[in-house]
C-alpha cells in the first residue's frame, strides 16, 4: 500500500506565495509520475501540473510562469511552489502519484491520491 500525505495549505492574500508538499511512503519499487491536481466548489478535478521520472513537467495553462513543480527522487515528495496567487487559485489541492509496488511477489501499478489541503486566495 502507498500513502500520499499532503501539506503546506492555507491561507494568502492575492499575490502572495504558497509552497505545498507531498511525501510518498509504502511498499514503492518506482514512481513514475507525481503531480498535482486541484478542485475548486462546482468545478471538475483538473491538473495543475505534474513530473515525470525523467523531470520533464507540464503545466497547465492557467499557473504557467507562476507555479514551479519540482521532486525529490530520494525522499520520494513533490513539491508545488505557487506564487502570485490569484482569487481562481482558491480550490482543495490534491497530490497524485503513478507508482508500481512489489510486495510479496506481486507486482502492481496504479494511481493514489493524497487526502487534498485547501488553497485559499483572499482579495
Known amino acids: 500500500q502507498v500513502q500520499l500525505v499532503e501539506s503546506g495549505g492555507g491561507l494568502v492574500q492575492v499575490g502572495g506565495s504558497l509552497r505545498l508538499s507531498c511525501a510518498a511512503s509504502?511498499?514503492?519499487?518506482?514512481?513514475?509520475?507525481m503531480g498535482w491536481y486541484r478542485q475548486a466548489p462546482g468545478k471538475q478535478r483538473e491538473l495543475v501540473a505534474a513530473?515525470?521520472?525523467?523531470?520533464?513537467?507540464n503545466y497547465a495553462d492557467s499557473v504557467k510562469g507562476r507555479f514551479t513543480i519540482s521532486r525529490d527522487g530520494a525522499k520520494n515528495t513533490v513539491y508545488l511552489q505557487m506564487n502570485s496567487l490569484k482569487p481562481e487559485d482558491t480550490a482543495v489541492y490534491y497530490c497524485n502519484a503513478d507508482v508500481s509496488t512489489f510486495n510479496t511477489g506481486i507486482y502492481s501499478r496504479r494511481g493514489y491520491w493524497g487526502q487534498g489541503t485547501q488553497v485559499t486566495v483572499s482579495s
Open positions: 513530473v515525470i521520472s525523467g523531470g520533464r513537467t
Open positions: 509504502g511498499s514503492i519499487s518506482s514512481i513514475y509520475v
